[in-house]
């Protein structure tokens, strides 16, 4: 089993920069896919960005040049930094992670870009 915890969101205004990190903890033993969702509400959950044990990247078109995804195998432990954020941006962040043909998520950290 594993548990996903998020840090770092907060209110931004826009502009400005936040890192999230989700740390995942746990009988884990292999690298795991982690990524981060988002969701505002009326709004269906999307992927945001998501990294590979082996480093690959894919972000959703709106936050590339913006975002960056990256992580600390060792810790298990994956980052967001989120630059030249946007009210747009605003949502609730999810952790996620895939591991032994199993979907993990964390309970969300919130992101405010004022306006």
């Known amino acids: 089993q594993v548990q996903l915890v998020e840090s770092g969101g907060g209110l931004v205004q826009p502009g400005e920069s936040l890192r999230l990190s989700c740390a995942a903890s746990?009988?884990?033993?292999?690298?795991?896919?982690m990524g981060w969702y988002r969701q505002n509400p009326g709004k269906q959950r999307e992927l945001v960005a998501r990294?590979?044990?082996?480093?690959?990247?894919v972000y959703v078109d709106s936050v590339k040049g913006r975002f960056t995804i990256s992580r600390d195998n060792a810790k298990n432990t994956v980052f967001l930094q989120m630059n030249s954020l946007k009210p747009e941006d605003t949502a609730v962040y999810y952790c996620?992670?895939?591991?032994?043909?199993?979907?993990?998520w964390g309970q969300g950290t919130q992101v405010t870009v004022s306006s």
């Open positions: 990294i590979t044990g082996g480093g690959t990247r």
């Open positions: 746990g009988s884990i033993f292999s690298i795991i896919t």
């Open positions: 996620y992670a895939f591991w032994q043909a199993t979907d993990y």
